[in-house]
């Protein structure tokens, strides 16, 4: 249970400097994190993390005023075709900047380093599909309980993501995905619950709450699934790994984005900030409460959406 502490210090999520009244093109991305790193050196750092299979760019900024802070990773697009996933890391990262001073905004920028990638994979962007350049589905791509490393990471760009998290070992991360609105925690591939099952279940629902979700569950209630980045960082790293489902349409019209991406900012800092909460002692857990939620869930079964 959240004792007090920092929650409800955060302001209202609003992304300023840029206009999400359309969506942006893949040059336009890679532009305003190179540039937001040139206009504050101090606290943006650029970073190419590599290619796609087709020669696409695949990079992301880290966000903080205290380096060597653990990391909070959000990605979006592991889906070509979930475009407001993509936006939604795009206005996170302006907000981060351009409220760098805020008292909530601030703490969290000297105690983590936040790691933004808004495109996984940028061919599937390129071409709106849900799979890879060569028909693959990226969040299927990962290595889990049932399948080793050597056998997984088999898409190009799914080993960079890899490699970014071999380097920054997160203390948390959400990525970032559409077609619903519900946020889920792992596992994925099994309905038996993770040591951590109630912390998870508490900060899940905080963090749903915060977008205007009632809709949060264990990924394989929602329906059983292999291979996917929540559980592959849960179970190398013991990452607090979330998925964020944020617009019931995979890209919904240009003219419905910023509310989507406003509530997604919210998420995301609800996210740190429960995990600040958490570092702190300020979070309590009740052992034994997500087993008896869980009586009343029964999975889904909604195989056709496949997120």
Not at 79 to 94: F, P
Not at 146 to 152: G, I, L, T
């Amino acid at each position: 249970m959240l004792n007090g502490g920092l929650l409800s210090a955060l302001p209202q999520a609003h992304a300023q400097d840029l206009q999400f009244n359309r969506y942006h093109s893949q040059d336009e991305i890679n532009q305003f994190m190179r540039d937001e790193a040139t206009r504050h050196p101090d606290l943006v750092h650029f970073t190419v993390l590599g290619k796609s299979k087709e020669g696409r760019e695949i990079s992301y900024v880290a966000i903080t005023k205290t380096p060597n802070t653990p990391a909070l990773y959000y990605n979006g697009t592991h889906h070509g075709d979930e475009w407001s996933s993509t936006e939604a890391i795009l206005g996170l990262i302006d907000y981060l900047v351009t409220h760098e001073n805020d008292a909530a905004i601030d703490g969290l920028l000297k105690a983590y380093t936040f790691y933004l990638q808004p495109l996984v994979n940028p061919d599937g962007h390129a071409a709106r599909t849900r799979e890879d350049s060569l028909g693959r589905d990226p969040n299927r791509d990962y290595a889990y309980a049932k399948r080793s490393e050597a056998k997984s990471f088999k898409i190009p760009e799914i080993a960079l993501v890899k490699k970014l998290m071999d380097q920054i070992h997160p203390r948390a991360a959400a990525a970032y995905h559409s077609g619903i609105q519900e946020v889920l925690w792992s596992w994925c591939y099994t309905r038996k619950g993770t040591p951590d099952a109630d912390l998870l279940e508490q900060i899940t629902q905080k963090t749903a709450e915060s977008m205007g979700m009632d809709r949060y569950m264990q990924s394989y209630y929602d329906y059983p699934s292999d291979g996917e980045f929540i559980d592959y960082a849960y179970m190398k790293y013991h990452t607090i790994a979330l998925t964020f489902e944020i617009s019931d349409d995979k890209t919904p019209p240009a003219a419905d984005l910023a509310p989507i991406v406003q509530r997604s900012i919210q998420g995301a800092l609800t996210l740190a900030t429960m995990i600040q909460n958490k570092d702190l002692g300020l979070i309590h857990v009740h052992a034994g409460q997500y087993l008896r939620d869980r009586l009343n869930w029964t999975p889904s079964h909604e195989a056709l959406r496949l997120e």
